[in-house]
C-alpha cells in the first residue's frame, strides 16, 4: 500500500439521470485535477426522487450508472466507488437492490456490495421512509477488495453506519478503508453523522471515506451535507461542507500503522 489522496464527492442529485451523471463528471474531473486517485460518490449519485419514480427507472439508472463508473474510471485512470444505485431483481419486478460498485482503472468491476439495512423510519421532523417498500435487502456482507496500491478497501452504505458489527466484519478481514457513502437526512445527521462515522474510524482503526449528498432534492427532502475524510485515529482530514463539492485528503499507511501501535484494541478484540 502507498500513500494516495482520495476524494469523498458530495452532490445534490435529483430525480434527473442525465444531469446528476453530469454532474457527476465534472467533480470526478475536479477531484482528479487536484491530484485524486482513488473517487467515492454519494448513495444516489444517479438518481435521487420518490422510490416509485426511482423503480420506473430503475433499469435506466442501473444501466447507465454503471457504464458511466466504468467509463470515468478509465478516462481518468482513477479507482472509482459508486455509492449506491438501484439495480432491478430479476425476480421480482418491484425491488431494486441498492447496489455500490468498485471499478478499478481498467474499468473492471472490483466488487459489489448490497445494502443490507433498509432505512425504513419515521423521522421526527415529519418525513416517513420505507426504503424497504422499493429496495430489496442485501443477504450477505461485505468482502474487503484487497487493493496492492490501495490497502484493503471495504464497503457499505448510509444506514448500515448504524450497525458496527458490519464494520467489525470489514476489519476482522483487514480493511484499512471504510466506505461510507450516504444521503443522511438533514434532521438525523446533524445530531448523529459526524459521531457515528467517527466512531466506526476510531473502533476499527481504519480511514473512512464518507462521500455525502447534501442539500434540496424534491419536495421536502433535504440531505446533511458534510462529505469527510477521517483518519483511524478519528480526526476530521477534511469536510466539503454544504455545498456541493468533494473532502479530499491522504490515505498514509504509514499513519495507519502508527495509530494501530498507539491504540492497538483490535488486538485487543475478545467476542468479534
Ligand atoms: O433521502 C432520500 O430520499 C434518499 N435516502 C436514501 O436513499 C437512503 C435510504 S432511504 N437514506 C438512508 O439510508 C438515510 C439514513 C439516515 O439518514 C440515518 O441513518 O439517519
Redesign the pocket.
Known amino acids: 500500500m502507498k500513500s494516495y489522496l482520495a476524494a469523498a464527492i458530495q452532490m445534490t442529485s435529483k430525480p434527473n439521470l442525465e444531469k446528476n451523471l453530469a454532474e457527476a463528471e465534472e467533480l470526478i474531473e475536479l477531484a482528479v485535477r487536484r491530484g485524486a486517485e482513488l473517487v467515492g460518490l454519494p448513495?444516489?449519485f444517479a438518481f435521487?426522487g420518490k422510490e416509485a419514480d426511482k423503480l420506473a427507472q430503475a433499469q435506466d439508472i442501473s444501466l447507465k450508472a454503471e457504464k458511466f463508473l466504468k467509463t470515468m474510471a478509465q478516462r481518468f485512470q482513477i479507482t472509482i466507488l459508486g455509492g449506491?444505485f438501484p439495480v432491478p431483481v430479476e425476480a421480482d419486478p418491484t425491488k431494486a437492490y441498492?447496489t455500490a460498485i468498485l471499478v478499478a482503472p481498467t474499468g473492471t468491476e472490483l466488487t459489489r456490495y448490497q445494502k443490507v439495512h433498509?432505512?425504513d423510519?419515521d423521522?421526527p421532523d415529519g418525513n416517513t421512509?420505507r426504503?424497504s417498500s422499493t429496495v430489496m435487502a442485501g443477504q450477505s456482507l461485505p468482502s474487503i477488495y484487497p487493493s496492492e496500491q490501495l490497502g484493503n478497501l471495504g464497503l457499505s452504505?448510509?444506514?448500515d453506519?448504524?450497525f458496527p458489527e458490519l464494520y467489525r466484519h470489514l476489519s476482522h478481514q483487514g480493511a484499512d478503508v471504510l466506505f461510507i457513502p450516504?444521503?443522511?437526512?438533514a434532521f438525523?445527521?446533524k445530531d448523529?453523522w459526524q459521531v457515528l462515522l467517527q466512531a466506526r474510524a476510531i473502533e476499527n482503526t481504519c480511514y473512512v471515506i464518507a462521500p455525502a449528498?447534501t442539500g434540496n432534492?424534491y419536495e421536502r427532502?433535504y440531505?446533511h451535507g458534510h462529505a469527510v475524510i477521517i483518519d483511524p485515529w478519528g480526526m476530521i482530514l477534511a469536510d466539503a461542507g454544504e455545498k456541493p463539492g468533494m473532502a479530499i485528503a491522504e490515505i498514509n499507511p504509514t499513519r495507519l500503522k502508527q495509530v494501530r501501535q498507539q491504540m492497538p484494541s483490535l488486538q485487543h478484540r475478545v467476542f468479534v
Open positions: 448513495e444516489n435521487l449506491g441498492n433498509l432505512f423510519v423521522v421512509y426504503e452504505i448510509c444506514y453506519v448504524r450516504a444521503a443522511f437526512t438525523t445527521g448523529h449528498q432534492h427532502r440531505t
